[in-house]
C-alpha cells in the first residue's frame, strides 16, 4: 500500500508546454525530493525540500522548479517542456531525524516530450 | 568527490542459487549504506541498512557484508526467487552541502534471475 502517490503515472507532451508532476505523501514526513531517472541508469537528485516554504536545487541541475506550501504535497513544474525532459521522475520522502533510511518513494513519472 | 557505485550493471543466476551483488564507495568517513530494490515500472523500495559499526547484517534471506577496510560492501540473497528480480541499488550516507545534505545512489546493477 503507498503512502506516496505521484501523478501522472505516464505523460506524453509536446514542446513548449508548461507541465506540473504531483507528488503527496500521507505520512507527515518533513523531507521530501524529486529524482530524475534514466531508464537503466542511477538516480540523480533535481529538488529537495526540508519542510514546508523550504527547498533547495540537487546535484543534477533541472530547468523544473518546485514548492512546498505544504507538509504532504512536493509538486515539480517545468514551464517549458522539452524533448530533453523525457526521463523518469521520481518523488521520495524520509523522516527528518533518519536521513537515508526509509527513503519511501513514488511509483514515478514517465515523462516523454515530443 | 564522494561516490557511491557498483562493480556490475548486470548479473544473472539460476534459481534458487544465491545472488552477491556489489558496492564500493570512496569517503571513508561513511557510517550508513542501505541497499534499495527497483522493479520494473516502480520506485526503489528500501531492503536493509549497516552502520559502520557493524561488518554485517542479516534480513530475511538477504545479508549485507561491510568491509571498511576496501571500502566495499555486497548485498547477498539467499535462494534467488523470480521474483528478486529487480534492479539493486547500494545508497551511501549523507554528503553535507551548504544548507543541508543529501544521499547518494549509486548505479544499480540489474538482476536477472533464470528459471
Known amino acids: 500500500e503507498a503512502d506516496i502517490y505521484q501523478t501522472p503515472r505516464y505523460l506524453v507532451i509536446g514542446t513548449g508546454k508548461k507541465i506540473t508532476l504531483e507528488c503527496s505523501q500521507t505520512m507527515g514526513h518533513d523531507k521530501m525530493y524529486w529524482y530524475q531517472q534514466d531508464p537503466g541508469m542511477e538516480l540523480h537528485l533535481i529538488h529537495y525540500s526540508y519542510g514546508v516554504n523550504s527547498t533547495e536545487k540537487g546535484d543534477l541541475s533541472s530547468e523544473s522548479t518546485v514548492s512546498r506550501i505544504r507538509t504532504e504535497h512536493f509538486p515539480l513544474t517545468l514551464e517549458s517542456a522539452r524533448p530533453s525532459h523525457t526521463s523518469q521522475y521520481l518523488c521520495?520522502?524520509?523522516?527528518?531525524?533518519?536521513?537515508?533510511?526509509?527513503?519511501?518513494f513514488g511509483s514515478g513519472t514517465r515523462l516523454t516530450v515530443v | 568527490g564522494e561516490s557511491v557505485g557498483l562493480h556490475l550493471p548486470t548479473l544473472s543466476v539460476q534459481e534458487g542459487d544465491n545472488s552477491i551483488i556489489n558496492c564500493a564507495y570512496s569517503n571513508s568517513a561513511s557510517d550508513y549504506f542501505i541497499w534499495y530494490k527497483q522493479e520494473s515500472g516502480k520506485g526503489p523500495q528500501f531492503i536493509i541498512d549497516?552502520?559502520?559499526?557493524?561488518d554485517k547484517r542479516q534480513g530475511q534471506r538477504v545479508t549485507v557484508l561491510l568491509n571498511k577496510t576496501v571500502k566495499h560492501l555486497s548485498l547477498q540473497i539467499a535462494a534467488t526467487q523470480p521474483g528478486d528480480s529487480a534492479v539493486y541499488f547500494c545508497a551511501g550516507p549523507p554528503r553535507s552541502t551548504t544548507g543541508g545534505f543529501k544521499t547518494i545512489f549509486g548505479a544499480g546493477t540489474r538482476l536477472f534471475v533464470k528459471a
Open positions: 521520495a520522502s524520509s523522516e527528518a531525524t533518519r536521513e537515508g533510511h526509509g527513503y519511501t
Open positions: 549497516i552502520r559502520s559499526n557493524m
